[in-house]
């Protein structure tokens, strides 16, 4: 049996620790994030062999690769078991292209799936130790349901979201603000990056240490590994069953966690040709892939695909980490990683307002296949990809592209753009008619901690 694995922080000033503690402090003391010591392998026919397993089930392999020793395998199986009671579509779009549909959970959105196994996770590991634990996050929309969904009567666990008023649609603030018990919604006239910027402050002021402070949001660890998962169902599950097949993945990115769990299923083994990394206006990443050079966008621009809308992504200094670099959570690389590699292994492009419009539309009209803002943007960075790589654009190639939200989400746009009204998924039924809640502050440090402090 190997060793356990131990988690290090991308600013290589804190010790390493055990998948509990970097799953319950969220960011480590050195503000830098966890990544894991060493990333576990599958072989060819350990992967061959998850086309037959239910989705829950290849979670709790990839799982377990991590977190043996630390974590009883009758407690993991529980995990995902009740984290994904939901489906994970692959529809067909033409020749062998796919769309695999992260939108089944509870909100309907692709977060769902970290969500809900960090959750059930922290509440595992907080219970043993008879304790508990004040989650602070802040979100661009989808992030903040996911979470409150996936927290909501979990023990030992309170939670306080932050979102920015102006910059989430009316169904995804009421999925926050309508659950109440132990999740507490708070609405700012800010921007997204105003909040994360909030909740980042909270974490470095001692005088919040009695609250236990953790982070759920995209820089945990324990939402990165959940994120591997689906990469190795889908192939697993559409491949052709050639040895020498290599998949095409696009994948529509605003903090790069989804991008991140991708990278480390490539290193695990899965066998990737390239990695489509789709942004919207929010062209940081794309920048820095072509030039070295690394700009943060601030203000972040606003764009129709909002959870994307990310001028400094979060977990960047991860994915700098994985290519031998070193980046600190300003943005300032102190090493450059390895630009060349970074090259083969992925393609970045950022796609704007209008192409994400017109792929809706197109992909619609052409295809069927309908689409939202965000899964847009990973659609139409395929179909850029294969239209300069005419080599890969064959019949037989296969694509998968992420679409990591529901239509419904964005009845408004596609009701613009298609001129009719998706239907509601199951979990998004009956929202209208609920008491929503939530308390308003204002854009400033002081005002966030006196409120922390009154209420917690
Ligand atoms: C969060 C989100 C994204 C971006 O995911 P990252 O992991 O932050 O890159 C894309 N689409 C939707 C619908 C999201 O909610």
Redesign the pocket.
Known sequence: MPNKILFYSTNHNAPKVPFKDALLKGQAPDKGLYMPETIPRFTTEEIREFSNLPYHKIAYKVAEKFLFGQISSQVLSTITKDSYNFEVPLENVYERKYVMRLDQGPTA???DFAARMMGRQMQNFLKEEKRELLILTAT????GSAIANAFYKLDNIKVVVLFPEDEVTARQRKQMTTLGENIQILGLKAKFDDCQSLVKQAFADPELDYLKLSSAN?INIGRLIP?IVYYFYAFAKLSSGDPEEKVIFS?????????MGGMLALRMGLPVKRFVIATNENDEFPRFVKTGEYNKIQPSRNCI?S??N?GH?S?LARFVDLYGGEMDENGIVSKMPDLEQIRKEIYTVSINDSQTEETIIKAYKKHGLLLEP?GSVGWAGLMNYLKNHKEFDTEEQLCISLE??HPAKFPEKIRQLLQFDPTLPPSLQGLEAKQEAFDKINNDYISFKKYLQDNY
Do not use: E, L
Not at 140 to 143: E, H, I, R
């Open positions: 959105s692709f977060k661009s929309g989808d992030t995209s994120q994948i529509p990115s605003g903090n790069f966690g989804d991008m695909s959870a994307m990310v992504p977990n965000h990591t939200a």
